[in-house]
């Protein structure tokens, strides 16, 4: 069984550039959650989505920031005109219940972006 | 406010030593809570998740306690290897669902094993 898949990697993207992070939650998982983390903090929370919704976004910045996830393929979370600050580790998670309810989270390894 | 804190930020050991990372929280109502190893690059994998009624949870050399009362909890690592080394993160969520989806991340303990 494949893990969380995230992509790319790594990302470098100058000021003003978008960037597209996408996110394969595992087989049979209908929960995904965005997580952002700078350099020596933890993870914090941007978004909740299930197919086609969004739960909650109370994390995620009102500008610049979007997030998806369509009935076919991958979760996708946007960032329109980057600055330096959006340069993080963003960490997506799958899980088949709502996480809150003791359902385990499984997270990807990571989408680098640095914005130069 | 719902807050996660662990102690220490970061530790030091000797491979084959014991060592006990802590978690207090003030998340509430408290629905469960997780510890999660962090290799550096990598994403967190879940070591335990315990609810309300358990006190003491085993993953091999990891042990985990919950005190809901004092809101406390512990991960002792036994005979540390180097592969130890990460990042430990304690994880709180609350219930009910409408509190929101959102868990609450502790910064985590920065742990380092010495040969």
């Known amino acids: 069984n494949a893990g969380v898949m995230q992509n790319p990697r790594h990302l470098v993207r100058r000021r003003g550039q978008e960037a597209r992070l996408r996110c394969s939650p595992m087989k049979g998982h209908s929960h995904v959650y965005w997580y952002r983390q700078l350099p020596e903090e933890g993870l914090k929370f941007m978004v909740y989505l299930q197919k086609e919704n969004i739960i909650d976004e109370s994390g995620m910045p009102k500008e610049r920031f979007s997030a998806e996830f369509p009935k076919e393929g991958p979760s996708i979370l946007r960032i329109q005109q980057v600055v330096r600050g959006d340069s993080a580790a963003y960490f997506c998670?799958?899980?088949?219940?709502?996480?809150?309810?003791?359902?385990?989270?499984?997270f990807g390894e990571g989408s680098r972006l640095t914005v130069l | 406010k719902n807050q996660v804190e662990q102690s220490p930020q970061s530790l030091i050991i000797l491979e084959g030593k014991n060592c006990t990372l802590q978690?207090?929280?003030?998340?509430?109502?408290?629905?469960?809570l997780r510890w999660y190893k962090q290799d550096t690059g990598r994403g967190p994998v879940s070591l335990t998740i315990?609810?309300?009624?358990?006190n003491t949870k085993s993953n091999g050399r990891y042990t985990a306690t919950l005190d809901a009362d004092t809101k406390q909890s512990s991960l002792h690592i036994t005979a540390s290897q180097l592969s130890d080394s990460a990042s430990y993160i304690c994880v709180v969520s609350a219930n009910p669902p409408e509190y929101g989806n959102k868990l609450v991340f502790g910064a985590g303990t920065i742990l380092r094993v010495k040969s």
């Open positions: 978690c207090n929280y003030t998340v509430s109502p408290f629905s469960n």
């Open positions: 998670a799958s899980s088949p219940l709502s996480a809150a309810n003791t359902g385990e989270l499984f």
């Open positions: 315990m609810t309300f009624s358990e």
